[in-house]
T-cell receptor
Framework: DVKVTQSSRYLVKRTGEKVFLECVQD?????MFWYRQDPGLGLRLIYF???????EKGDIPEGYSVSREKKERFSLILESASTNQTSMYLC?????????????FGPGTRLTVT | AQSVSQHNHHVILSEAASLELGCNYS??????LFWYVQYPGQHLQLLLK??????LVKGIKGFEAEFIKSKFSFNLRKPSVQWSDTAEYFC???????????FGTGTRLQVFP
């Protein structure tokens, strides 16, 4: 089974801080995704990456950036955290069009910005 | 652009009742379709998926879904729910020419004994 791990389960940061959320997958998947989950809004795609150093904006990329220097690792960066970025952040990976497109998810990081 | 609509935001049922959760997507091309479930305090897990072939797909825990291409729908069904089915259910779509996976807003299901 794919294992997707996220660096923190809970994180509390102050407004204006730079925040790094790390995600690692161990199944050599091409694709990795960052979503945020908010009540009543479901999962909204922030960014996804289909290869090392390749990225594509999702539906809500404003205020976020990403980095994928290695295939197994995908980082989400909040350049200057704001209170409206308080949310649950979910990382996922999938094998892409060459394999099974199903996505496997990590446990999530609940970020609170005060 | 792809989008997914789940019209039932909150469903409350008694045990043994039948369940149907609606999911419609908008995309003109070929798609892969998924239902994910999130039990309280747990992370998202795949319930079932449709890639091709038989439009009626069966998943774990007695769930099934039917892909109706003409209606752009992929509704989730279970003939008899249990208290343990209390969870949030998400429909998702992935267009075949892209790996981008888009989710609906979710349906919260509460099942009372």
């Amino acid at each position: 089974d794919v294992k997707v791990t996220q660096s923190s389960r809970y994180l509390v940061k102050r407004t204006g801080e730079k925040v790094f959320l790390e995600c690692v997958q161990d199944m050599d998947h091409e694709n990795m995704f960052w979503y945020r989950q908010d009540p009543g809004l479901g999962l909204r795609l922030i960014y996804f990456s289909y290869d090392v150093k390749m990225k594509e904006k999702g539906d809500i990329p404003e205020g976020y950036s990403v980095s994928r220097e290695k295939k197994e690792r995908f980082s989400l960066i909040l350049e200057s955290a704001s209170t409206n970025q308080t949310s649950m952040y979910l990382c996922a990976s999938s094998a892409g069009t060459s394999g099974s497109p199903r996505a496997d998810f990590g446990p999530g990081t609940r970020l609170t910005v005060t | 652009a792809q989008s997914v609509s789940q019209h039932n935001h909150h469903v409350i049922l008694s045990e043994a009742a039948s369940l149907e959760l609606g999911c419609n997507y908008s995309y003109g091309g070929t798609v892969n379709l998924f239902w994910y479930v999130q039990y309280p305090g747990q992370h998202l897990q795949l319930l079932l998926k449709y890639f091709s072939g038989d439009p009626l797909v069966k998943g774990i825990k007695g769930f099934e879904a039917e892909f109706i291409k003409s209606k752009f729908s992929f509704n989730l069904r279970k003939p008899s729910v249990q208290w343990s089915d209390t969870a949030e259910y998400f429909c998702a779509v992935n267009a075949r020419n892209t790996d981008k996976l888009i989710f609906g807003t979710g349906t919260r299901l509460q099942v009372f004994p």
